[in-house]
């Protein structure tokens, strides 16, 4: 079974910076896609960042230039740095991955973490 455990959330003040990270275990044999999504109470999830295993990275326009997502493949992490927070950037965080388990199947299945809460308020 593959885990997805995501650390670094809490309560940021106004202009302030988090870095979120989210390690997967279990057992697999490749991860493509990593992501990180929120949602904000009343709205639904949205895509905030997503790197490619080769290391393609997009983001949402709401936090261009003020985030940067990256990732280490050998133990199976990405990471997200967001500065210039403000509270609109406050929304449970989620970590998301495309795994492929098993060597031989070639597909992808879509795996979540429990996700965190950022919380932006002075």
């Known amino acids: 079974q593959v885990q997805l455990v995501e650390s670094g959330g809490g309560l940021v003040q106004p202009g302030g910076s988090l870095r979120l990270a989210c390690a997967a275990s279990?057992?697999?044999?490749?991860?493509?896609?990593m992501a990180w999504y929120r949602q904000a109470p009343g709205k639904q999830r949205e895509l905030v960042a997503s790197?490619?295993?080769?290391?393609?990275?997009n983001y949402v326009d709401s936090v261009k230039g003020r985030c940067t997502i990256s990732r280490d493949n050998a133990k199976n992490t990405v990471y997200m740095e967001v500065n210039s927070l403000s509270p609109e950037d406050t929304a449970v965080y989620y970590c998301?991955?495309?795994?492929?388990?098993?060597?031989?199947?070639?597909?992808?299945?879509?795996?979540w973490g429990q996700g965190t809460q950022v919380t932006v308020s002075s």
């Open positions: 279990g057992r697999f044999f490749s991860i493509n896609t």
């Open positions: 790197i490619t295993s080769g290391g393609s990275t």
């Open positions: 998301n991955a495309e795994v492929q388990v098993y060597m031989y199947s070639g597909t992808y299945s879509n795996y």
